[in-house]
């Protein structure tokens, strides 16, 4: 499987890669680094030197194809490790034991990024060789790929899971870290989202692949998905909890999972079916979210690009615990979280019969039929 992102604002495509490719031999493989030919980007790994980074939960190893940087390696490597402990804060651990990272210098100052998972978690990212520091620390693109090892292939119709978690966890992971500010979490929340909105002929985000529904349609799903954990929990867990309890599962870029399998694990980890509740509202129907509602009751207003806040919203708590470090990471396995919860939330995990086109809907209040 292969997830190729680059500029998530222009496009995407996402393919599936047989295994068997891997294990084809090359022809040169030096530019099978840019083309990305049979076997990568691992047979680089064997061609190049790299450099481990170890991190809670295994080691990423970084290689650089040939090619030179205006930018020290050591820089490179800074900001890799910056990042990756970013994502590992994010989820708890590193999600694979090992995983690679293979910089690609092109000419130019651009930053893209493609994640791989038939061999093992792997990305190649496409680095300009004239990009500065800045343009490393503003970057978004290697977190965002990074993400992408923490979360399974959704057999299906599902890269607006793939991509929609990306693009909403990114910024938080990175706000989590003090990487950027809060802020910018929620600027780029409410300039991006209406982009995911259905359009004439939209048949649910199952069925509509275009970039907008893919990323921030995607994107929509998991803040709303985010939003009800936290409101019918207490504000206790939600959807960081639920991902980490899919890393602490096996759930990995290297694996493929059914959407099912996802959401009995993320019932298991909250107690609640919100994930399949908002699965069953959205998969085949245009829904039409009232972001204004949503925004009023999370307390979050763009003036200009300046984000203000109202800490007397109604779920002014929720979205401030969405972008708080998480104080108490889930731990390895599901079976040493709260007993009683794991016990409750079995209960949950059963499928529901919905009756009505409506029913599974009641439940989010900013959604609607569109
Ligand atoms: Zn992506």
Request: aromatic share 8%; with cysteine; net charge positive.
């Amino acid at each position: 499987m292969r997830h190729h992102c680059s500029f998530r604002r222009l496009t995407c495509a996402v393919a599936i890669l047989i295994a068997l490719a891997a294990m084809l031999p090359l022809g040169n493989v030096s530019s099978s680094l840019i083309d990305a030919g049979r076997g990568f980007p691992y047979r680089a790994f064997s061609e190049l030197p790299s450099t481990p980074i170890k991190l809670k939960g295994g080691s990423l190893e970084v290689a650089f194809a040939p090619g030179s940087t205006i930018l020290p390696r050591a820089d490179i490597l800074g900001w890799a490790e910056r990042s990756a402990r970013s994502v590992v804060s994010y989820y708890g651990r590193l999600p694979t034991p090992t995983a690679k990272v293979l910089f690609v210098p092109v000419p130019g100052r651009e930053i893209n990024g493609t994640t791989y998972g038939y061999g093992g978690a792997a990305s190649r990212v496409v680095l300009g060789s004239d990009a500065t520091a800045a343009d490393l620390e503003a970057d978004w693109v290697l977190i965002h790929e990074l993400v992408h090892h923490g979360f399974p292939f959704i057999v299906g119709p599902r890269d607006w899971m793939h991509e929609g978690v990306a693009t909403y966890v990114e910024p938080i992971a990175r706000a989590q870290s003090g990487l950027i500010p809060v802020d910018e979490v929620w600027r780029q929340l409410v300039v991006g989202l209406p982009q995911g909105q259905p359009r004439r002929g939209d048949r649910g985000l199952d069925g509509t692949p275009t970039w907008g529904r893919t990323y921030w349609g995607g994107a929509m799903f998991f803040l709303l998905a985010d939003v009800e954990l936290r409101r019918r929990t207490g504000n206790r867990t939600g959807l960081q909890q639920v991902l980490q309890s899919t890393v602490a599962e096996g759930g990995n870029i290297t694996q493929q999972w059914t959407i099912d399998r996802f959401n009995a694990v993320g019932a298991r980890a909250t107690g609640t079916d919100v994930l399949g509740e908002l699965y069953e509202c959205m998969k085949d129907t245009p829904r039409n979210v009232d972001l204004i509602a949503l925004w009023r009751d999370l307390g979050v207003k763009l003036v200009g690009r300046n984000v203000q806040y109202d800490d007397a919203a109604q779920l002014a708590h929720i979205r401030g615990a969405i972008t708080a470090r998480l104080a108490s990471p889930v731990r390895e396995s599901l079976s040493a979280l709260r007993p009683g919860l794991v016990e409750r939330s079995q209960v949950n995990a059963e499928p529901k019969q919905y009756s009505g086109n409506e029913a599974p809907c009641r439940s989010f209040p900013w959604i609607s039929e569109r």
